[in-house]
């Protein structure tokens, strides 16, 4: 495929995905991994010092397979992470686990890119469905909003660990939902608790992306809102900074704020350690403001709030609030990271993307629908001058006008109007051989528990042979596949061969078929080796042919359905339903 | 098939399979359904119309189960015949509501939606009658714009009643 076809298409893929970046980024085909390199560069040293041998493994591999698959992807950004093969099985079964939590509440095993699931999770309206991020709730305003979100957050962590409590009790693998590339929603082995202290990571980090933090990063100043700024009715002042992007990208300058938390979920953990053995103690100094005369400020103050302006706010003293505690209007008590934090801020999701805002709070919509009205105005003006004609068009204008029938072979034939099929056998007696070279290209997946984006191209050459309005061909197919989550490398797919048959309708001008055979993976996946077969069928319900010569025909089938399915019989299957559109050049002889 | 007039339709359609999300499964079945109705002016070939319909579809909870989702779609749109009144290619969009909400909106938010039939079949049944199929179309609804929006997308299968006056 051409680059800028290439890029056109991840273009059209990234206007879907955005939504996954919501707090420090998950790793996938569009977002740095950055809750995986915190966490990995947080908790190495202490996986590695660990005593794991007692640790149990799963008797599936599949979470191995898995992990070696999407590993690579997710150390990427991190260079200093040590190779699988330095690590233990149960050191690695027990990172996997931490980083399967680690991601588990940005996506709950789903695509990074199935909007009707991240909605769900990320839009939820409930203040806990924020403080699991370190955000604002809805009804969080002011300052004071702050400390109810911070409160709501340390909840939130202290829920956690009282689960994460009660599995040790039970130490035990249970299997999470997790989702892969072409396999769709797959359930893998974790251990319950590096899992939850994933999770319980994943907020005290998420503390260091959405909270605006002193320079050092040790004292917050605000808690940012993340609903009410892709819901269009934020007001800063009431509700404050909308979430930012740019402090979700750990490549970003933020390196203080990425180390540290980095330091806080490494001393997150042995706290967890500690409090899984019944002392608490050191959890809840994480909690607390650090002491004066504390040496190692990784222990305190995880989510410390400026102690000056609580201490207004407790006092009810206004004076001393106006003074201390950080607003707008005293840009935030001079934060190092305001600028940045104001450098992507989440706003309406369409707006976002079409930069257009539809929100009633925002009013009309702006250069999104001037853009794609100049666009359609363009379209009609080059139609009108018949200087270019997209296929859409063509397809379009052509059924407006009498069609000529597509094989025709003299003058006469093609004078004629359409015929019904009845009529239309004697047209293709006298040319029987046909070859076509044709491209394919789905775009959209029609599932909303899966990633939006099916995006799959290839081509495929076909021949046969035709008698009246029937024919039958043979069928060679490469299809390839763009992956979302891990990576956004075209992957090989599969090679399909196919038989089938067709039949010519309206005068020659319109065609169905049906095509059946095998389908043979042709790469590693992380489950399967290339050269597994399975099977593959394509319905082309109706599409419409032209004549560009005596011997050539266009053909477009403007919307067909191809299920490929190369693996068949197994715990975990790849099966895609794509919905094509298909072009093609035909030779008759 | 192309006669001048008004005409009414009568619609059924359903997403007849998807993708799965569970590695497990070959596809997900009958997942979307919706009817409509659909009044309009014939001139020839030509056609424009107006379309009233209930879109009806499951959505998949994070925690588990499904739930049913319903948007009610008004829109205007043009259609065009050809091959005698064989074929149609019809596009309608217009304004989205949300009927039956899932859980995390409320019902009589407002968006948009848009149709596309590439090209469908007509058969006529008597004089007055037709008989129409559209084996696959396209379509896309969005009833609630803000924040991450609902995007429904959904390749249909449908069949048409058509009375003409």
Known sequence: ?589 | LTSEGYYLQGEGNVSIIAQSAASDSPGTFFRAFGFSAKGGHRWGNKAVFVTLEGSFWRSPLVEGGSELVMATNIGVGGEILSAGGMLRTSLAFGPSILTIPPKVDEAGKVGIFFDLRPIGCRFRLSQALVLGVDPLSFNVTVPVLSGIPLIEIEYRTSVYVEHAF
């Not at chain 1, 370190?134 to 956690?160: C, H, N, P, Y």
Request: charged share 20%.
């Open chain 1, 1 to 589: 495929m051409s680059r800028p076809v290439l890029t056109l298409l991840l273009s059209l893929s990234l206007l879907l995905a955005p939504a996954a970046a919501r707090a420090y980024s998950i790793g996938s085909g569009f977002t740095t991994s950055c809750h995986e390199v915190v966490t990995f560069s947080g908790l190495i040293d202490l996986v590695e010092a660990a005593d794991t041998s007692t640790l149990k493994l799963p008797e599936s591999d599949v979470w191995r397979r898995v992990a070696a698959e999407v590993g690579p992807a997710l150390r990427a950004t991190n260079p200093d992470a040590p190779p699988p093969s330095d690590l233990t099985d149960q050191q690695n079964f027990l990172m996997w686990s931490v980083i399967v939590g680690v991601r588990a509440p940005d996506v709950e095993g789903h695509s990074v890119s199935d909007l009707a699931a991240l909605r769900e999770i990320q839009a939820d309206p409930s203040n806990d469905g924020q403080y699991l991020h370190a955000l604002r709730g809805t009804s969080d305003d002011g300052v004071e909003g702050d400390l109810v979100a911070i409160d709501g957050t340390k909840r939130i962590l202290r829920e956690v660990m009282a689960r994460a409590r009660m599995a040790k009790d039970r130490p035990r693998i249970i299997k999470v939902p997790f989702y892969l590339d072409f396999y769709g929603k797959m359930q893998v082995d974790v251990a319950e608790l590096a899992y939850l202290l994933g999770r319980a990571a994943h907020t005290l980090q998420d503390s260091y992306a959405h909270m605006l933090r002193s320079d050092d990063g040790v004292t917050v100043f605000h808690v940012s809102n993340y609903l009410e700024a892709i819901n269009g009715t934020l007001s800063e002042s009431r509700d404050g900074l909308a979430h930012s992007d740019s402090l979700d990208d750990c490549t970003r300058p933020i390196d203080v704020l990425t180390g540290r938390a980095a330091a806080v979920t490494d001393a997150l953990a042995r706290a967890s350690k500690a409090y899984l053995d019944g002392d608490e103690a050191p959890f809840e100094k994480g909690l607390a403001p650090c002491q004066p005369n504390e040496t190692d400020l990784t222990t305190c103050s995880w989510i410390d709030y400026n102690p000056s302006c609580a201490a207004a706010l407790a006092d009810g003293d206004e004076a001393a609030e106006e003074k201390q505690c950080c607003r707008g209007d005293n840009a935030y008590c001079g934060s190092k990271w305001l600028p940045i934090f104001r450098e992507a801020q989440s706003k309406p999701y369409l707006e976002a993307v079409f930069g257009c805002s539809v929100s009633p709070a925002r009013g009309r919509c702006q250069n999104g629908a001037r853009g794609l009205f100049a666009a359609l105005a363009l379209a009609a003006l080059r139609r009108r001058r018949g200087a270019r004609v997209s296929a859409a068009c063509l397809m379009l204008s052509g059924l407006a006008s009498q069609p000529a029938p597509a094989k025709a072979s003299s003058r006469e034939i093609a004078d004629r109007a359409p015929s019904p099929a009845s009529a239309a056998a004697p047209l293709w007696k006298n040319e029987p051989y046909f070859v076509e070279l044709e491209g394919h290209l789905s775009v959209f997946s029609d599932a909303p528990d899966t990633s939006m984006i099916n995006l799959t191209t290839g081509y495929a050459l076909r021949g046969g042979y035709r008698w009246g309005p029937w024919g039958v061909l043979g069928h060679i197919e490469r299809n390839y596949w763009l992956p979302t989550e891990y990576s956004t490398a075209l992957a090989s797919g599969v090679l399909n061969l196919g038989v089938g048959g067709e039949f010519f309708f309206a005068g020659g001008f319109a065609r169905s078929s049906v095509t059946i055979g095998p389908s043979i993976l042709l790469f590693d996946t992380a489950l399967h080796d290339a050269g597994r077969t399975g099977f593959f069928f394509d319905v082309r319900p109706i599409g419409v042919r032209y004549p560009l010569h005596e011997h050539i025909v266009i053909a477009l089938d403007p919307l067909t359905v191809a299920y490929v399915q190369p693996i068949v019989f197994d715990e975990n299957i790849i099966r895609l339903v794509e919905y094509r559109t298909v072009l093609g050049v035909e030779a008759v002889f």
